[in-house]
């Protein structure tokens, strides 16, 4: 995530903000974050556009709801200490594009904030509850390697139904990383995960997410799926993960 000055007048009131600031020695880096997360300072945030980076492509614009947002946005988007292994989770309505003018000449699809979850890939993994009597270390290699490959699938920036389930169940839904954990225990390979439309629901947008793993001694597959509702704004698990 990160955020654009809409024009160069906001961005010399910015300038002048930090310059009432003692910011020796910060870096530049920690001086931007306590200018903008001073709560006399709130003025400026309402004014900036902030912009959510898939893969490291500007992907959408963010539109807070309330004033609680802005307060998020401007700790989450800057952060003192940025790290590449960063990760935030976007829940909202997409909306149509911004207007050129909200956000200095970029054009992209708005996103009507309603929740931000940020913290990093090293933090997200530690917090998986693991199965007892299992070593931290080798439960946390097996989920750093499933939420890698999560990450890594193509074109996802949330808008799919099938994206929006893999994100919330990587984010959400612990059992998938247990799972897998168990599978590599008993000398098998997790070779693939498919999201597809559930056959089951008509009137809602139900998706089951498939997990296939390969013994790695006698070549079988067994496939284990698990339901969810993305219907709504908020997904939730209709079916648990249970063999298919």
Not at 106 to 127: G, I
Not at 167 to 195: G, W
């Amino acid at each position: 995530m990160s955020f654009r000055f809409p024009d160069v007048g906001v961005e010399r009131e910015f300038a002048q903000s930090i310059g009432r600031t003692d910011a020796a020695p910060r870096t530049d880096r920690e001086a931007l974050y306590e200018t903008l997360t001073r709560s006399e300072n709130r003025y400026l945030v309402r004014q900036l556009c902030f912009v959510f980076n898939v893969q490291g492509m500007e992907t959408y614009i963010l539109e807070p709801s309330d004033s609680h947002s802005y307060g998020l946005l401007a700790e989450e988007a800057i952060r003192s200490n940025p790290k590449t292994t960063d990760l935030d989770v976007v829940i909202g309505r997409r909306g149509p594009l911004s207007a050129p003018e909200a956000c200095n000449g970029l054009t992209l699809p708005t996103v009507r904030l309603a929740q931000l979850y940020s913290f990093d890939r090293d933090e997200l993994v530690h917090s998986i509850q693991r199965p007892d009597s299992v070593a931290e270390e080798g439960f946390e290699a097996t989920a750093k390697e499933v939420l890698d490959r999560v990450l890594r699938m193509t074109d996802n920036t949330g808008a799919m139904p099938q994206h929006r389930a893999m994100n919330y169940l990587a984010v959400r839904y612990p059992v998938i990383y247990q799972q897998t954990f168990r599978k590599h225990a008993d000398n098998a390979s997790l070779t693939s995960i498919e999201v597809q439309r559930s056959d089951v629901s008509e009137n809602r947008t139900v998706m089951d997410a498939i997990f296939t793993y390969m013994d790695r001694a006698t070549f079988l597959t067994t496939k284990y799926g698990v339901r969810a509702d993305v219907h709504n704004m908020f997904p939730f698990v209709v079916s648990p993960l249970s063999p298919v």
